[in-house]
């Protein structure tokens, strides 16, 4: 794998890292299953693109696009609290609507960004030869402040509440936590990530697609399960770390599959994407499977 290659997969592999600690908030913290994200995340791109194009500052730009991402997370909360809709459904249903709403604010299905600012613009050279460095060291930027913020929230008296909603909602309520304003909340700092590291993917392909969130939730899945498997811990701080290192060796290894000789050889090309996806992804949920029996059969 080229050196170019190599910065392009840990660009890729840090924006989905932004989907992953979403997706954690979600399905890990909270307990719901929420498929929002693969709205969420082009409607994150589409904000970003039409403010951009507008001449707004594109950190700005950037901010929207994750309060958009939030929005989109606390109507899917508001369907499963207010209107006792299930949750998954409730997902479902906005992610179907999203589609739409994205197609109404960028106008088409897609917009270019070639000549546009971006938060990345400020760090070029003139002749941008640093770009292929550049771009994920701000990325890396942004996931530090999550992570850190994460790990900061988590510790909170709203946090702690948080996770004691997803362990069991019965017994939070019992201790006078109000778990319907803490699943808002929740879900809207969820898809609020997803939606910035969509205006991001945006910023670095060079123009918002309407089709840039399909699969979204499973690439952020598979960098759960992949991080927890191999940094398995208790600590918060530790588990966002794993998700961080989960979503990047996730993207380094589709992009290392993609890249073999041996996978083309046999007719496998970036046509087989998201099939490759699939088997990865099928892969890292047996991982904690196939873990343990290599330990047993050590121990025997």
């Known amino acids: 794998m080229s050196s170019i290659a190599l910065f ?11 989907v992953a600690l979403g997706v954690l ?8 299953p929420d498929l929002t994200a693969d709205g969420s995340f082009p409607l994150g791109g589409a904000v970003f693109a039409v403010c951009v194009t507008h001449g707004m500052n594109p950190w700005l730009a950037t901010a929207l696009a994750g309060a958009a991402g939030a929005c989109a997370g606390l109507i899917t909360a508001w369907l499963h609290v207010s209107l006792k809709i299930m949750q998954l459904l409730a997902s479902i249903l906005v992610m ?4 739409s709403v994205n197609l109404r604010i960028m106008g088409a299905p897609n917009l270019p960004l070639l000549d546009q600012p971006s938060v990345f613009t400020p760090f070029f050279n003139a002749d941008d030869s640093n770009q292929y460095w550049v771009q994920p060291l701000v ?3 942004f996931v530090l402040v999550a992570k850190f913020f994460l790990d900061w929230f988590f510790a909170t008296e709203i946090g702690l509440s948080m996770r004691a909603t997803g362990v069991n909602a019965r017994m939070a309520r019992a201790q006078g936590v109000n778990t319907s304003r ?3 909340l929740g879900m809207a700092l969820s898809n609020a990530f997803i939606a910035l590291g969509g ?3 945006v910023q670095t392909q060079g123009g918002a697609d309407i089709s840039i969130g399909i699969g979204t939730i499973v690439v952020g899945l598979a960098a759960v399960i992949i991080g927890e498997t191999l940094i398995p811990a208790k600590r918060f701080i530790v588990i966002t770390l794993a998700v961080i290192v989960g979503a990047v060796l996730y993207r380094a290894f ?6 073999s000789d041996t996978l083309q050889h046999i007719g496998f090309g970036p046509q087989d994407l998201n ?3 699939a088997i990865l992804v099928v892969l890292a949920l047996r991982l904690p499977v196939i873990k343990r029996y290599f330990k047993r059969k050590l121990k025997s």
Not at 254 to 259: E, R, Y
């Open 8 to 18: 392009g997969a840990l660009e890729s592999g840090l924006i989905y890292a932004l």
């Open 25 to 32: 908030i979600s399905f890990r913290i909270l307990d719901f």
């Open 96 to 99: 179907v609507a999203l589609y």
């Open 139 to 141: 990325i890396f930027g």
């Open 182 to 184: 803490i699943l808002l």
């Open 199 to 201: 205006a991001l993917f």
């Open 254 to 259: 589709i992009a290392l599959a993609l890249g």
């Open 275 to 277: 099939l490759i996806t």
